[in-house]
């Protein structure tokens, strides 16, 4: 590719998935054209009140004229804020039929227009974006149709892996792209990016198919039901399970939204494979004996509303659990959810149930590839520059250093949410910052929550509301009642009902204390009571309960 003094600069621009898991969305700017890979979500912490979901700041986008939207595979972390982002552009949305059937699943009935725009590609097919030609790659993972994307664009090409493992066993035969990656490579690759998320981990992951013995032994000796809590996308690990039901003479059933909705998309698609007459419907459990049935389920990671905890404590209105089942936990903890974990697991060992989790038997195989993998396909790209993406900070410096012993020539870039990585005739540089935040989304797409509504929402979750109810005459402003004072959530003691009693005094020294017009304007009277009170609280007893006045006028 011959550049000239008028080949514009390339940059690469994380707008999410550096120094962090999840919400992964990385624009590629060249001239006039751009693309945005991959648009995740990421899942809340718990003092994040009341928030379903978390996706990167769609702002920046607006700086873009994105032409298309390229997708690498299906998982929430990398399509989860698909429907969030069609607004801000017209083009194209790039992916494989698996990835496109979950995006579809997102978006409304109704939406022919955004349905329309759904793409389907097939691995080592090319595409022509702008002065791009996108090139997608299969590469193996913990779900089927996954591919990496190699960007030929005017200053090089940019090979990005999206989510990867190096599976020599992939239980549906389709390998990793390797002819293909090392023949990038030996042309000339500008930079690679790549997966991190288990660089500290040595050696090898391992093949999806590595969990059959450990799920044979669970098959084999199992009395009861055996109940298996997964990601509802581990579609491999789906088929293993249906598959050793029919070896074992056994019922399969799919117990839960999550795994209900992906399980019928895959087979409709033909990436899952389930024979006539194994699987039977949640509401017919009951109607089996416990020793002819499996429960796929999601709930891996206790999440309250999932079907294994409200298994766990006999809320579920088709499965019950009996002392000779085993429960099985075929997912990773991920950080953070421990606890709530742990409750189901206590819960699942009152009823009597076996559990059985990844540090008792081989039931779970990461989709990310360990050290060795990673080297692997560096060796392969042998990149001029390389980027870590896809882990906290550590992993990304980690893999950093990793790089550096696998190739000396190769420049490594470690950059963050935000940073500009520019590729021009100077070279490979972080060159500026943009703005990279976050936005909190409450509900399905209902609404997104502003840095106020989260204060309050602790605010309320911290002291509590308080709500003082004042009745003025219209015309004349005075004071026509006794104030009322209701409370939630406020802690009532001998102390605070004291302070309780006194409230109804203060509201009457502030009403005298304002002028005809504050009291007559219920806008300008109502913050004034709010300020009074809050004022109140905070002097008498340290406490900062939300206040929200009611001001009647009659």
Partial sequence: ??????????????????????????????????????????????????????????????????????????????????????????????????????????????????????????????????TFTLEFLRVTHSMPDCVAVAIETPRGVVIHTGDFKIDQTPLDGEHVDFHRLAELGSAGVLALLADSTNVDRRGFTGSEVEVIDGFEEIFTSAKGKIVVAMFASSLYRMQILVDLAVQFDRRIAFVGRGVIDNSEIAQRLGYLRVPAGVQIRDSDVRNFPGQDVVCICTGSQGEPQAALPRIAIDDHRHVKLSPDDVVVFSAREIPGNEKAIGRVKNHI??????????????????????????????????????????????????????????????????????????????????????????????????????????????????????????????????????????????????????????????????????????????GLIKEKIRVDLQRFFRKRSGLRPLVLPVVMEI
């Fill in 1 to 130: 590719m011959e550049l000239t003094s008028d080949t514009p600069p390339l940059d690469l621009i994380p707008l999410g998935g550096l120094g962090e898991f999840g919400m992964n969305m990385m624009a590629v700017v060249c001239g006039d054209t751009a693309i945005l890979i991959d648009a995740g979500v990421m899942f809340p912490e718990p003092e994040l009140l009341g928030v379903d979901l978390i996706i990167p700041d769609l702002r920046q986008l607006q700086q873009y004229k994105l032409a298309a939207l390229v997708l690498t595979h299906g998982h929430e972390d990398h399509i989860g804020a698909v429907p969030h982002v069609l607004p801000y552009f017209n083009g194209p949305v790039y992916g494989t039929a698996l990835t496109l059937a979950f995006v579809e699943s997102k978006l409304d009935e109704n939406d022919a227009a955004g349905k329309a725009r759904l793409k389907r590609v097939r691995p080592r097919e090319r595409v022509q974006v702008g």
């Fill in 349 to 522: 060992a009152r009823r009597d149930a076996d559990v059985i989790s990844q540090g008792d038997k081989h039931v779970h195989v990461s989709g990310h590839g360990s050290e060795e993998e990673l080297k692997l396909m560096l060796s392969l790209v042998r990149p001029k520059h390389f980027v870590p993406i896809h882990g906290e900070y550590r992993q990304l410096a980690r893999h950093a250093r990793v790089a550096a012993r696998v190739s000396r020539s190769t420049k490594v870039l470690l950059a963050e949410n935000g940073d500009v990585i520019r590729f021009d005739d100077d070279g490979a540089r972080l060159a500026d910052k943009v703005p990279a935040g976050r936005i909190l989304i409450d509900g399905t797409r209902s609404g997104e929550v502003g840095d106020e509504v989260l204060r309050d929402r602790r605010h309320l979750a911290g002291d509590g509301l308080v709500v003082p109810v004042v009745t003025i005459g219209k015309q004349s402003g005075t004071l026509e009642e006794t104030p009322d004072v209701i409370t939630r959530g406020f802690v009532l003691d001998a102390r605070t009902e004291g302070l309780l009693r006194e409230i109804p005094s203060l509201l009457a020294a502030t009403l005298d204390g304002a002028s005809v017009e504050e009291r007559t304007d219920p």
